[in-house]
Each structure stands twice: as C-alpha cells, then as structure tokens.
C-alpha cells in the first residue's frame, strides 16, 4: 500500500471534511485530492520519471502537503529538506540524492535558484506560493481544474517495494547520508505509531516543526502520519502554523483538542 491510497481512501469516505486548517482557511480531503491529480499529471507531462527524487524546501505552508502527495500519487520520491540547514550542505545532499525536481517557497528563492545552479541534475523549479524569476508557481503549474485524473500507477504489490522517500541523516559523522524508505516500512512504522495513539474522536494534528524538516518521527513524517490516522480513526485534521510558543501549547491541546503535536525543541 502506497502513502497515496491512505489518503485516497479517507478522501472518498469523508470528502467535505477538512486535511488541513491554516491561518488562511481551510482545504477539504476533495478539493485537496483534486489538486494532487492535477500537479501529479502535470509533473508527469513535464517528463518526470518513475522513482525520480523530488525535492521539497520551504518553511510550513499548504503547498508543501500538496507537493508531497502529488509527487507520492506519480510515483515519484520525496525528498525532504531542512531549511535549517547551511546551503552547501543541501547542495551536497541534493546532489547525492541527484533531484530531479525542488519545490520551494519564494522566501527560499536564491537558495533555490543557487542550489539549482550546482545540482545538474535539477530540472525543473516550481514556486509554491508564487510566480519567481520564470519559475512557475504551484497553482500556475497545475494541469487546468477540468483535466482528467491522474491514472493509477498502483503494481501488483500494492508498491510495497517502491520508494516513498530518502531522509537524510544529521550528519554527525560526515556529510548527510541518505535513509531510503520503501511503502512497506513507512507504513509499517505510521501504523505502529497510530496504533499506540489512544484516539475516540476525529483527531487533530499541530505541526509546528517545519514539515520538511527531518527531525524525528512527528517530524520526519508529517502530515504523512496524520494521512494514516484517517483510515485508521477515521479522518484527520492537521493545523499548520510556521511557528509556535511552548507556553501556547498547553492552551492548544486544551482549546483544539489536539491528539498529536509534531514539533523540535528549535
């Protein structure tokens, strides 16, 4: 089972509900799944290939969830990346990894366009929030909304053999080196977790750590896990914020009635 079906499955039970709140509204699980057709059939007419490592660099923002499942639903890897880190360090990892793609947010634009300029292997830059120096933006770049869906690339197996992702290590002992993730382990570790998370309610997840940002479980996976406690408890709703004070936590959980919080002690 791919990270794609859980979250196709919890769209067709419950499509009006909310995958995510942020300070500007709210996305439904159907308008939200809609918008991962139309990026992952325009990521595929633009020559993205099976297993291609997509890269995603930006502080918290909806369009990194739209990314990141658009790029799961074409079958391609997710490479998250920690903003935090200094540039010639992500430079390296992109090239060890050999990204084909990198989504970004403008607040990251030189970044990106200097990592762009050292990666050969980087072929295409889209802007998540909006149009940059030539580069199109996520919803600029979307096959239009009348568009058919993407096809369904499922295997036989149900991809439990494909990668769904390449994290990177911190680094400790030399340049950042690459976990690969596979469906089956991914999974494998969400479930594991969701089923040791007591949850009688639809659950509500804050992520205040940035979502791309490999730095733990909660962290490393996201709005991944959140995807898993929709068919498991039924659906989630994911509050993203950019940032967070810990004295505001506890009013949180009490006023929301948070059932996970996803952040670092940064």
């Not at 990204?99 to 634009?109: E, P, R």
């Amino acid at each position: 089972m791919r990270n794609i079906d859980y979250f196709d499955k919890s769209a067709g039970l419950y499509p009006d509900r909310a995958v995510l709140k942020t300070a500007q509204g709210a996305i439904t699980y159907a308008a939200m799944q809609r918008m991962t057709h139309r990026l992952a059939g325009a990521m595929a007419a633009a020559g993205l290939q099976p297993q291609e490592a997509v890269a995603i660099m930006s502080p918290n923002h909806p369009g990194v969830l739209t990314a990141m499942l658009s790029l799961w639903r074409a079958g391609a890897v997710w490479i998250p990346v920690n903003t935090r880190n200094a540039l010639p360090d992500t430079i390296a990892y992109l090239r060890y990894v050999r990204a084909g793609w990198l989504f970004y947010h403008s607040s990251l634009s030189a970044e990106a366009h200097e990592a762009a300029r050292q990666v050969p292997s980087i072929r295409h830059l889209i802007c998540l929030d909006a149009p940059d120096a030539g580069n199109p933006c996520l919803d600029g770049f979307m096959l239009p909304a009348d568009a058919p869906d993407m096809p369904d690339l499922g295997s036989p197996d149900g991809g439990d053999r494909e990668l769904c992702a390449i994290i990177a290590t911190g680094g400790t002992t030399g340049p950042a080196k690459g976990v690969r993730a596979l469906n089956r382990s991914w999974g494998t570790m969400l479930e594991s977790i969701a089923m040791l998370m007591a949850v009688e309610e639809i659950p509500v997840f804050l992520a205040t750590a940035p979502l791309s940002h490999a730095a733990g479980p909660f962290a490393l996976a996201g709005i991944a896990i959140s995807v898993l406690f929709s068919v498991l408890f039924q659906i989630a709703e994911n509050l993203i914020v950019g940032s967070v004070f810990f004295d505001d936590i506890e009013d949180m959980f009490n006023r929301r009635r948070l059932a996970g919080f996803a952040g670092n002690g940064a």
